[in-house]
């Protein structure tokens, strides 16, 4: 049986910590899903989500990872062609989910030091009409933060919905769903809600549903437009996780306690503090590290930092996991030439300050 390490050693940018409590809470007895405790335990939740996804909308819940709910975004689209902005890994995966699923998709962007320019953007909406235009809020495998206010605003100018993919943005950076008219937006259970993995959730705009009735390929698993039906009954389709159901009602009162605005101020203030340290060990060590992500879009939740040449972020990785504590190795491309640090979810600053030491110590051991 494995010993629980002490709770802020773990800054994986996901899945993240889970507190003790939350974890204690899945211990609970099953029940019936098709019954009036389960549906009082479903309102609780929805109680809990609603204020975090800033909606007054119902917020779908899936027994499935964040790419369950990517694909149901896809398949629940209006017919008609998407348009794919790719700026990172995870974009590039919703890119090749419309392909899969036998859309006809454009992928514009590439570049994955930025988000995808509005005015790229606004050159392929005019140049053809798109049923949809999927986006990665906040990339995990960069770091780099998209305006998704100023990019649902232009999107609508050319009757074309927006597909958000919030994984790593929601409940650690402003997430606006219907002040914004987010016509879908979906999340993942491990990421800044800091519940362990195996749920996603999301919510669609009435719009997005009525359209969503014209979309002939929605498959059955992932229908949104069931997913409504059954949401307004404080039910899910399928058989839910019911442990993981128990975790995301302790969780959501919380974060309630809290408030996300305070969860905001949270993520934001330890996000500044990695960034003040990359440019502290820069001048400690006298190499060139620095943030990945540029100044004027990073997300709160994961800092990417671009390594010196030569130095391996492997190496990195495995000292600081000699020093008792976990963090993120590059992702896709960025594989060898960043670290990631996630500071996302119940993290603290104190806890923060102890990971970039034991990082800072184990870089300056690798330099000798």
């Known amino acids: 049986l494995m010993t629980a390490a002490p709770f802020g050693t773990f800054f994986l940018p996901g899945p993240t910590e889970v507190r003790p409590e939350v974890l204690q809470a899945m211990l609970q007895p099953m029940l019936p899903h098709r019954g009036a405790a389960f549906e009082q335990l479903f309102a609780r939740i929805q109680q809990g989500l609603r204020p975090v996804f800033r909606t007054t909308r119902p917020v779908y819940v899936s027994s499935s990872s964040a790419t369950g709910l990517m694909e149901a975004a896809i398949r629940c689209a209006r017919p008609g062609p998407i348009l794919c902005l790719v700026n990172g890994a995870f974009s590039e995966r919703f890119a090749h989910i419309a392909q899969s699923c036998g859309r006809d998709a454009t992928v514009v962007g590439g570049e994955w ?20 235009l999927t986006v990665v809020h906040s990339e995990t495998s960069t770091g780099v933060l998209t305006d998704i206010a100023a990019l649902t605003q232009l999107a609508h100018r050319y009757d074309c919905a927006v597909l ?3 994984v790593t943005g929601l409940a650690g950076v402003p997430v606006e769903t219907d002040a914004w008219e987010l016509d879908f937006v979906l999340t993942g259970s491990q990421k800044a809600l800091a519940l362990p993995p195996g749920l996603a959730f999301g919510v669609a705009s009435e719009r997005f549903i009525a359209d969503a009735k014209s979309a002939e390929s ?3 698993y992932f229908d949104l437009v069931e997913f409504e039906q059954y949401v307004h009954k404080n039910q899910t389709p399928n058989t839910p996780a019911l442990s993981l159901l128990y975790a995301t009602a302790v969780q959501g009162e919380r974060i309630a306690k809290e408030t996300i605005e305070r969860r905001w101020e949270r993520h934001t203030a330890m996000s500044e503090h990695t960034h003040s340290w990359v440019h502290e060990l820069r001048q ?19 800092t990417a930092v671009t390594l010196p040449p030569g130095l391996s972020g492997d190496a990195i990785v495995k000292g600081v996991a000699e020093r008792g504590f976990v963090i993120g190795g590059g992702y896709g491309k960025l594989k060898g030439s960043t670290i990631r640090i996630g500071h996302m979810g119940d993290h603290t600053m104190e806890g923060l300050e102890a990971v970039l030491e034991a990082t800072a110590e184990a870089i300056e051991e690798l330099m000798g």
């Open 218 to 220: 929605r498959g059955l």
């Open 284 to 302: 400690r060590v006298g190499a060139a590290f620095d943030v990945y992500a540029p100044l004027d879009a990073c997300t709160s939740t994961v």
């Open 113 to 132: 030091s930025r988000p995808v320019a509005l005015d790229v953007v606004e050159g392929a909406l005019k140049a053809k009409s798109y049923a949809a």
């Open 164 to 166: 958000v993919d919030s």
